[in-house]
């Protein structure tokens, strides 16, 4: 799952990505308004952290313009700002959670949990299509009630389809969604070839009803055997 940090404090932003990344997130990070916008116009995430006091602007105008993108994803708010008005102005326009400064990382991690909890999984703690369930907290899967192990990025992909069955992902969005920023980096799609073939073999052997299937020129969709 990928998050996006729109923060202006960089120390406090390393402690995030870090933090983050421990917990096994694809982190991307912006510093002030333009580059969140920027980011935010090219790439959808999970979730996205905002500061609103940035050097540039005011982060409730990016949750504004966020909102006319009309693009998915959880948002939490995290503010030194901690007065009623700004926290029922972030909420009125679309932020899932306020965090106000300062807080305990253990609990902005909870609360992160919580919000894609609910957005991408309608509030179940397991992600499940055809026989197939993954929980996105502990990385465990099950065929058939029964445990695998799969590879990092094997689960991560999994993961990515299960929350979105039956719909065309193309790869480049694929890719970019589970590299993050090193995506731009890579010159061609070899990797995901390679790790959606793993997969397929995978789930194949262990009895999934579900499988990847390619669209020829336009990516991939998980649909049931």
């Known amino acids: 799952m990928k998050i996006l940090i729109i923060e ?3 120390s406090f932003q390393e402690i995030l990505r870090k933090t983050l990344e421990q917990e096994r997130y694809v982190v991307e ?15 959808t995430y ?26 998915s994803g959880s948002l939490i708010i995290i503010s ?9 102005e972030g909420l009125d326009l679309g932020a899932d959670d306020y965090l106000a400064k300062p807080f305990h990382l253990a609990e902005l991690v909870a609360r992160i949990k ?19 369930k993954a929980n996105p907290h502990s990385f465990d ?25 039956t719909r065309l992902v193309n ?3 694929l890719a970019e969604a589970i590299w993050g920023d090193h995506f731009d980096d890579v010159d061609n799609y070899d990797f995901v070839y390679a790790q959606i073939k793993n ?4 789930l194949a052997a262990w009895g999934a009803d579900i499988e990847i299937v390619a669209v020829y020129g336009m990516g991939y969709k998980l649909v049931l055997r």
Do not use: H
């Open 8 to 10: 202006d404090d960089l």
């Open 141 to 165: 899967v099950w065929v058939d009630g029964k445990m695998v192990e799969l590879s990092r990025k094997e689960f991560d992909f999994l993961l990515y389809f299960l929350q979105r069955p």
């Open 114 to 132: 919580s919000v894609i909890r609910r957005n991408n999984q309608g509030g179940e703690q397991l992600v499940s299509y055809g026989n197939v």
């Open 171 to 173: 790869k480049s969005t």
């Open 29 to 43: 990070v912006a510093p002030d308004y333009r580059t969140g916008l920027i980011k935010l116009s090219d790439y």
């Open 80 to 88: 030194a700002r901690d007065t009623i008005e700004d926290k029922v």
């Open 199 to 202: 997969l397929r073999k995978r």
């Open 46 to 71: 999970d979730c996205i952290l905002l500061d609103i006091n940035l050097p540039d602007g005011n982060g409730l105008g990016l949750l504004r313009e966020l909102k006319e993108m009309k693009k």
